[in-house]
């Protein structure tokens, strides 16, 4: 997978949100907010794309388990559903 470029990871009060920066990725009806995690989740994607050309479900969940205290069957049932979250919204391919 890897994140789709001209998306940009913003801080707004507690809260993230993905931000197209070109009008071709805007769509106006969905507004992608992300948690703490979330967002921590999109960094590591995100520079890992930038790195590699790619990421995947299992670099994410080494991240996460790293990061947070977490068991890697949990942070893996969190990370896919985050991933097809973001598939479906038009994030990452």
């Not at 507004?31 to 930038?50: D, G, P, V, Y």
């Not at 790619?54 to 985050?82: G, H, R, W």
């Amino acid at each position: 997978m890897r994140t789709i470029d001209g998306f940009r990871l913003r801080k707004l009060g507690n809260e993230y949100i993905l931000v197209g920066e070109s009008m071709a990725l805007i769509n106006f009806n969905k507004m992608i907010t992300l948690n703490e995690t979330a967002a921590f989740l999109w960094k590591e994607a995100e520079r890992l794309t930038i790195e590699h050309g790619v990421f995947s479900s299992d670099e994410l969940c080494k991240a996460l388990c790293e990061e947070y205290d977490v068991q890697p069957a949990q942070a893996m049932n969190d990370i896919e559903n985050t991933l097809s979250a973001w598939q479906e919204a038009g994030v990452i391919e």
